[in-house]
């Protein structure tokens, strides 16, 4: 069940972050404007506060009390606190600074003029990313989901804090480890260490692969 | 056709001023490395924009500091050819030349008569399905030209369009443009380069950008 969850709660963090990332890198990228240094300094705060710091301010947000919390108890009092659903609210904050800095990697990657040429042609911003900087930066992009997921899969401190450790429930490859240790089950935390470790030497060698095509698409024209 | 520049820009440690109304076919662009060459144009494309001054062409205004006019580049039918050409490396000589065609502004998608004759003119047609990547420093600068041109837009700019090129394809280069160029006698042109004898080839209208 952890393997499950952490790869569930990892899998919709990615995607959310990179719904969320992906048009504000563009934009900041395209457009130089007086508040995009606040817009990117909200997106990477995460990054330098210890996840439990993040947990905590979750666990203020939606906790019975919180302003998040006494809205969403509007809704057949429903609760984000102690659900898989809270976990992953927990890593989409946390693992967002990682995705957003891996984008604007991706698509600074790409020469201006390309875009620019677009532009001279009619493309519209929508185009320009769909037919110019996509194409030219896939490789990218697919390193940073890769590196938002491995990272999601092992959060551990601010999802432990909004949604606890529940068997069955709440339980994840990370928090797993950690309670089974802590529980004298040296077994089931090296099985799961061994999954984690597993998937994250696959993707660093997806990682290695892609980083290889992109020093070649470098190689001048 | 008609193009007024008056531009004033601050660039790094100095100011570029230029001045003045564009009357013929072809012009040149000179001056050293660094004066602004890139930028006019540039700034005549609508892809950096000036701090005062107004760019018309015919009526049209393209852009006035004062009156807070700007056309976007699209609206000002223009060709630009990046001195690093700026092709599309994912795709091949055709598909970069028919972009337009995957574009909303331009719905047509239909291989048109001029286009065939500027692919005829360029001696395009034995590379068309090669991936640009895969041809060679002539045959990319004429995709280039090819795609720059295949809009017929009423202004063509060409910055440092045969840097790169030996001396023998720099020449070769050089006649296939101006033959072109004299088959769309619509369309003016500004060529940028830092070499006279590439301007005058073309043109005695020669602008020089001084510091």
Known sequence: MPIIHSLLIAFSATLTTFLIALPVAYYLLRRRTHFGWLLESLLLLPLVL???????????????????????????????????????????????????????????????????????????????????????????????????????????????????????????????????????????????????????????????????????????? | MTLNIDIHKQMNERQLNFQATLTNQIYGLMGPSGVGKTTLLRIIAGLTTAEAGRISCNQQVWFDAQQQINLPPAARQLGFMFQNLALFPHLSAQANIEFYQRLKAHPQKVTTNFEQQLITELELQPYLTRPVTQLSGGQRQRVALCRA????????????????????LRWRAIELTKKVLTKTPSTQVIVVSHRRDEITAFTQNILQLSI
């Open chain 2, 149 to 168: 041109l295949i809009l017929q837009p009423q202004l063509l700019l060409l910055d440092e369009p045969f840097t790169g090129l030996d001396d023998q």
């Open chain 1, 50 to 221: 210890p996840p439990t710091v993040v947990g905590l301010f979750l666990l203020q947000l939606f906790g019975k009390f919180g302003l998040g919390g006494r809205f969403l108890a509007l809704f057949h009092n429903y609760s984000l606190i102690f659900t898989l659903s809270g976990a992953t609210l927990a890593t989409i904050i946390v693992v967002l600074p990682i995705m957003y800095q891996a984008l604007k990697a991706a698509l600074q990657s790409v020469d201006p003029n390309l875009i620019e040429a677009a532009t001279v042609m009619g493309a519209t911003p929508l185009e320009t990313l769909r037919l110019v900087v996509v194409p030219n930066a896939y490789q990218g992009l697919i390193i940073s989901l890769l590196l938002t997921f491995c990272r999601g899969l092992g959060e551990f401190g601010a999802s432990l804090m909004v949604a606890g450790y529940i068997e069955g429930k709440t339980d994840t490859i990370a928090t797993s480890i950690y309670f089974s240790i802590q529980g004298g089950d040296t077994q089931t935390a090296l099985f799961l260490s061994g999954v984690n470790i597993l998937i994250g030497v696959l993707a660093l060698l997806l990682i290695h692969l892609l980083n290889q095509q992109i020093e070649r698409r470098k190689q001048p024209l």
